[in-house]
């Protein structure tokens, strides 16, 4: 019955997806968190995360003359879903080593606390997942952190 009652969740939280739209669960990687954390979503085609392709923990706009802050879709709030935009993920997996991705879960509070150089060099993540093809396929693409 757990599982059913998860399987629904998952479903309506695709029908009210709010970041990439018009990406669709067809271009992107979706994870969902389970778990009571804020984490950042970075990935990789090996097994180190790129320090030239550097997450933010929020950009600042100018919204009517007042500074705002703006949090990136790959942060995850807990019990929440985002996702990656990623336009033509079935090749994706060509540019990987051993044609496994690479998914890394930072912590909002090491974002907050370290620099991306310091996060990549030191390897300040809390999870790393590596996925295969069917893997990802299988589950359509979805990703559970727990």
């Not at 392709?53 to 807990?78: G, S, T």
């Not at 620099?115 to 693409?141: F, G, H, P, V």
Request: charged letters at 25%; hydrophobic letters at 40%.
């Amino acid at each position: 019955m757990k599982f059913y009652k998860s399987l629904l969740a998952l479903l309506l939280a695709l029908l009210f997806s709010k970041c990439f739209l018009g990406l669709g669960p067809k271009k992107g990687i979706h994870v969902f968190n389970n778990t009571d954390s804020t984490f950042y979503i970075a990935f990789s085609f090996n097994d180190s995360l790129r320090s030239y392709w550097p997450l933010v923990y929020y950009e600042e706009v100018n919204i009517d003359n007042v500074m705002h802050k703006r949090y990136p879709c790959y942060r995850v709030e807990p019990f929440s879903k985002s996702g990656i935009g990623i336009p033509g993920r079935e090749s994706l997996l060509l540019r990987c080593d051993d044609n496994k991705l690479r998914l890394f879960f930072i912590l909002e509070s090491t974002m907050q606390d370290y620099s991306w150089e310091e996060i990549c060099k030191n390897r300040l993540y809390e999870k790393k997942l590596t996925l295969t093809e069917e893997e990802l396929k299988e589950n359509d693409w979805i990703v559970v952190y727990e």
